[in-house]
């Protein structure tokens, strides 16, 4: 029952192996030949080449350490290490669905008598609180959210002219085709924000999916989620359900599941 969630956490911790190497490489000067650019405004990328979804991944498998690794110590220490890379990586969406998933898993842990793992994540977190990195990430936060107070936000300029397309196109514009009809629609503060770039995804998964194939594509899409989170908590299968509430918070800011061209 735990081949395929082992080979997953394998495959995490490999990933997350790789944006550590990508961070030293540049920290240190290291004489590595990487074939491919390994960070996009600091947020490296991992084998994914994309940060939106290198972080996405790594915060889904965090809490699939404790499903697999029986060991409380082995377990811990691979939830630390991908969480780690997790912050090479990650946006302001995915740290504050991190920092979702941090909450429910200690909760869950102590609520299950997993006392070494909820030391080791709340140590982590102070810890975490201590860096130069956090206050960073604080001042990003703090910019973002007075961007949305004056509705000037990147992704509210998107949402808003996806709106537009939904009301034109209630049945969808087709899978993978949102950059066509959004140059039609695209306000002007919109093309001022990406002067020289093509959009193709809104920044929200849920918007991309109702944009290309209208409500009920959308409603399919959430019916999934829903019925995937009522087995998980109804089976008393709380990793799964955390991994899949903060799946839900992350990509309402990004699209890790969908090419960007």
Same mark, same amino acid.
């Given at each position: 029952?735990?081949?395929?969630?082992?080979?997953?956490?394998?495959?995490?911790?490999?990933?997350?192996?790789?944006?550590?190497?990508?961070?030293?490489?540049?920290?240190?000067?290291?004489?590595?030949?990487?074939?491919?650019?390994?960070?996009?405004?600091?947020?490296?990328?991992?084998?994914?080449?994309?940060?939106?979804?290198?972080?996405?991944?790594?915060?889904?498998?965090?809490? @699939?350490?404790?499903?697999?690794?029986?060991?409380?110590?082995?377990?811990?220490?691979?939830?630390?290490?991908?969480?780690?890379?997790?912050?090479?990586?990650?946006?302001?969406?995915?740290?504050?669905?991190?920092?979702?998933?941090?909450?429910?898993?200690?909760?869950?842990?102590?609520?299950?008598?997993?006392?070494?793992?909820?030391?080791?994540?709340?140590?982590?977190?102070?810890?975490?609180?201590?860096?130069?990195?956090?206050?960073?990430?604080?001042?990003?936060?703090?910019?973002?959210?007075?961007?949305?107070?004056?509705?000037?936000?990147?992704?509210?300029?998107?949402?808003?002219?996806?709106?537009?397309?939904?009301?034109?196109?209630?049945?969808?514009?087709?899978?993978?085709?949102?950059?066509?009809?959004?140059?039609?629609?695209?306000?002007?503060?919109?093309?001022?924000?990406?002067?020289?770039?093509?959009?193709?995804?809104?920044?929200?998964?849920?918007?991309?999916?109702?944009?290309?194939?209208?409500?009920?594509?959308?409603?399919?899409?959430?019916?999934?989620?829903?019925?995937?989170?009522?087995?998980?908590?109804?089976?008393?299968?709380?990793?799964?359900?955390?991994?899949?509430? @903060?799946?839900?918070?992350?990509?309402?800011?990004?699209?890790?599941?969908?090419?960007?061209?």
């Amino acid at each position: 029952d735990k081949l395929i969630p082992f080979t997953l956490l394998i495959a995490g911790i490999v990933e997350a192996g790789l944006v550590w190497l990508q961070y030293l490489s540049d920290k240190f000067k290291l004489k590595i030949k990487w074939w491919y650019k390994t960070n996009m405004s600091g947020r490296y990328l991992g084998t994914i080449l994309n940060p939106l979804q290198c972080a996405n991944f790594l915060l889904v498998l965090m809490p @699939v350490a404790f499903l697999v690794i029986d060991n409380a110590i082995l377990s811990s220490i691979a939830f630390v290490f991908i969480g780690s890379a997790l912050l090479l990586t990650a946006g302001r969406a995915t740290l504050v669905a991190g920092f979702v998933e941090v909450l429910m898993l200690t909760f869950f842990t102590i609520a299950n008598g997993m006392f070494i793992q909820a030391i080791v994540i709340i140590w982590a977190v102070i810890a975490f609180m201590l860096t130069p990195h956090f206050r960073n990430i604080i001042g990003r936060l703090k910019k973002a959210k007075a961007k949305i107070m004056e509705g000037v936000d990147s992704r509210q300029l998107l949402w808003k002219d996806a709106w537009k397309l939904v009301k034109a196109n209630p049945f969808g514009t087709g899978v993978d085709n949102i950059s066509n009809p959004f140059r039609r629609v695209a306000s002007i503060e919109t093309a001022d924000r990406y002067p020289h770039s093509i959009v193709d995804r809104t920044h929200n998964h849920y918007i991309d999916m109702l944009v290309e194939g209208g409500i009920i594509r959308l409603v399919s899409y959430m019916t999934l989620l829903v019925f995937a989170l009522v087995m998980a908590f109804t089976t008393n299968n709380w990793i799964i359900g955390t991994a899949i509430i @903060v799946y839900t918070i992350d990509v309402f800011f990004s699209f890790p599941l969908q090419p960007n061209h």
